[in-house]
């Protein structure tokens, strides 16, 4: 006697093993022209994968200490939140620091305008 709950059912299996290994035998060489594995396609034909290639590890981001003046460090606060309300989300102070680098090491225009802020030379014109 079956004890079936409602919506239950039972699914027929055999033979698919068969059929699978019968199809499993026909296929022994590899395709001409076929490249080498590169270890991220599987060349088994027993239902097993080939394994996954690790990963290179990526390196450990950089820790530096940035004092900052109490002025500075209130204009870094104020720019994190008008970027927060800007973005929508929470905007990190080191984020916005690796973003600024990126910024001045890829456009000229940001480098010089960071560069003239530090220039510490007596201003000419003055």
């Known amino acids: 006697m079956s004890t079936k709950k409602p919506g239950e059912f039972t699914v027929n ?3 698919v093993n ?22 991220t396609t599987a060349q088994r034909h027993d239902g097993t994968t080939a394994a996954v290639p690790e990963q290179p590890a990526t390196a450990k981001p950089s820790k530096y200490t940035l004092l900052l003046a109490p002025d500075d460090a ?26 600024l680098i990126r910024l001045a090491a890829r456009d000229d225009h940001v480098a010089d305008t960071v560069a003239r802020a530090l220039d510490r030379r007596p201003d000419p014109s003055e």
């Open 74 to 99: 209130l204009a870094l606060d104020q720019l994190a939140l008008d970027l927060r309300r800007h973005t929508g989300r929470a905007v990190d102070k080191s984020e916005i620091l690796r973003a």
């Open 18 to 39: 068969a059929l699978l290994t019968g199809l499993s035998g026909r296929f022994t060489e590899e395709p001409p022209g076929q490249q080498a594995d590169d270890g």
């Open 13 to 15: 299996t055999s033979g």
